[in-house]
C-alpha cells in the first residue's frame, strides 16, 4: 500500500477501489500527501451521506401514497409563470423504484451542469411527459389556468396512468386520481424535484433556440425574465411573437 503514488492512491480513492480494511491499511501511511487525500475523501463521503439522508427524507410523500396502495405516483411541476415571453412548460415524472440520484433536488438550487445531466439521468430511467402551454394560449386563459392545462397535458405524455399525484403548489380539477398539493414540493418531494428539472430544462432549452432568432433580447440568458437587457430591448423594438401580451410591461408598449 505504501509502495502506490499519490496519483495512484487519488485515482482509486476517487473511483472507490479501496476496501475498509484497505483505508485503515491506508490511513497508517505518514505521507501527508496521503493524509490530505484521506481527509477529502471523508469529507466527500460525509456529503455522500446527508445527501442520501436528504434523498430518504424526500421520498416522505411518496412512501406515505404507496403506504395507502397507490403504485404509479407522478411528481409534477413547472417552469416559466413569470416571465414575459415564451411558453409555461410543465412536467410529470414516476419514478422507478429502486432510483436513486445523488443530490435531486429543486431545478433552481442546481448548477445548469447538474441539471443537463440529472435531465438525461431521468430521461433514461423514468415515465416522463411534458406538456408545453404556449404564450398565446398563456393570454387567452391567464398563466394560472395555462399552468394547470400544461400539468394535465403532462400527464397526458406519461407512458402509464399514475395513481395519484404530486404536485407543486397547485390542484388539478376533474383529473381520475388522487392528488396532494405539496408547498415548495420540488424540496421537499424527490418525484416533484425530478419533474422541476424537466420542466425546467425543456423550457430553458426552448428558450435558446428562440433567442437564435431574437437575440436581442438575451432570451437564452434571461429565460424571457425581465432583466435590464431585456426590457431595453422590449422597449427599443417591441414584443416578439413570443411575448405574453398580457403581461405587463408588454401590454403596456403594445397599447402605449
Same mark, same amino acid.
Given at each position: 500500500?505504501?509502495?502506490?503514488?499519490?496519483?495512484?492512491?487519488?485515482?482509486?480513492?476517487?473511483?472507490?477501489?479501496?476496501?475498509?480494511?484497505?483505508?485503515?491499511?491506508?490511513?497508517?501511511?505518514? @505521507?501527508?500527501?496521503?493524509?490530505?487525500?484521506?481527509?477529502?475523501?471523508?469529507?466527500?463521503?460525509? @456529503?455522500?451521506?446527508?445527501?442520501?439522508?436528504?434523498?430518504?427524507?424526500?421520498?416522505?410523500?411518496?412512501?406515505?401514497?404507496?403506504?395507502?396502495?397507490?403504485?404509479?405516483?407522478?411528481?409534477?411541476?413547472?417552469?416559466?409563470?413569470?416571465?414575459?415571453?415564451?411558453?409555461?412548460?410543465?412536467?410529470?415524472?414516476?419514478?422507478?423504484?429502486?432510483?436513486?440520484?445523488?443530490?435531486?433536488?429543486?431545478?433552481?438550487?442546481?448548477?445548469?451542469?447538474?441539471?443537463?445531466?440529472?435531465?438525461?439521468?431521468?430521461?433514461?430511467?423514468?415515465?416522463?411527459?411534458?406538456?408545453?402551454?404556449?404564450?398565446?394560449?398563456?393570454?387567452?386563459?391567464?398563466?394560472?389556468?395555462?399552468?394547470?392545462?400544461?400539468? @394535465?397535458?403532462?400527464?397526458?405524455?406519461?407512458?402509464?396512468?399514475?395513481?395519484?399525484?404530486?404536485?407543486?403548489?397547485?390542484?388539478?380539477?376533474?383529473?381520475?386520481?388522487?392528488?396532494?398539493?405539496?408547498?415548495?414540493?420540488?424540496?421537499?418531494?424527490?418525484?416533484?424535484?425530478?419533474?422541476?428539472?424537466?420542466?425546467?430544462?425543456?423550457?430553458?432549452?426552448?428558450?435558446?433556440?428562440?433567442?437564435?432568432?431574437?437575440?436581442?433580447?438575451?432570451?437564452?440568458?434571461?429565460?424571457?425574465?425581465?432583466?435590464?437587457?431585456?426590457?431595453?430591448?422590449?422597449?427599443?423594438?417591441?414584443?416578439?411573437?413570443?411575448? @405574453?401580451?398580457?403581461?405587463?410591461?408588454?401590454?403596456?408598449?403594445?397599447?402605449?
Amino acid at each position: 500500500m505504501k509502495e502506490s503514488t499519490i496519483k495512484d492512491i487519488k485515482y482509486k480513492l476517487d473511483t472507490d477501489q479501496f476496501s475498509n480494511a484497505e483505508l485503515e491499511l491506508l490511513r497508517e501511511d505518514k @505521507r501527508k500527501g496521503v493524509h490530505k487525500l484521506l481527509k477529502q475523501y471523508d469529507v466527500m463521503q460525509q @456529503r455522500k451521506k446527508e445527501l442520501k439522508k436528504q434523498y430518504e427524507r424526500m421520498l416522505s410523500f411518496e412512501k406515505k401514497a404507496k403506504s395507502s396502495g397507490k403504485i404509479l405516483i407522478a411528481g409534477i411541476d413547472e417552469a416559466g409563470r413569470g416571465p414575459l415571453a415564451g411558453p409555461v412548460v410543465a412536467a410529470a415524472v414516476i419514478l422507478p423504484p429502486t432510483f436513486y440520484l445523488e443530490g435531486l433536488y429543486d431545478s433552481k438550487q442546481l448548477s445548469l451542469q447538474k441539471r443537463e445531466q440529472f435531465f438525461e439521468a431521468i430521461k433514461q430511467q423514468a415515465d416522463y411527459g411534458v406538456g408545453i402551454v404556449t404564450n398565446d394560449e398563456i393570454d387567452k386563459w391567464n398563466i394560472y389556468q395555462a399552468t394547470k392545462l400544461a400539468m @394535465r397535458r403532462a400527464v397526458n405524455q406519461l407512458s402509464e396512468a399514475p395513481d395519484h399525484l404530486l404536485i407543486d403548489a397547485m390542484r388539478l380539477e376533474n383529473v381520475p386520481f388522487t392528488q396532494e398539493s405539496i408547498v415548495k414540493g420540488d424540496q421537499r418531494s424527490v418525484s416533484i424535484a425530478a419533474a422541476s428539472i424537466m420542466a425546467k430544462v425543456t423550457r430553458d432549452r426552448m428558450m435558446k433556440e428562440i433567442s437564435q432568432h431574437y437575440p436581442t433580447y438575451g432570451f437564452a440568458s434571461n429565460q424571457g425574465y425581465g432583466t435590464p437587457m431585456h426590457l431595453q430591448a422590449l422597449n427599443t423594438y417591441g414584443p416578439t411573437p413570443y411575448h @405574453r401580451k398580457s403581461f405587463a410591461p408588454v401590454k403596456d408598449i403594445i397599447f402605449s
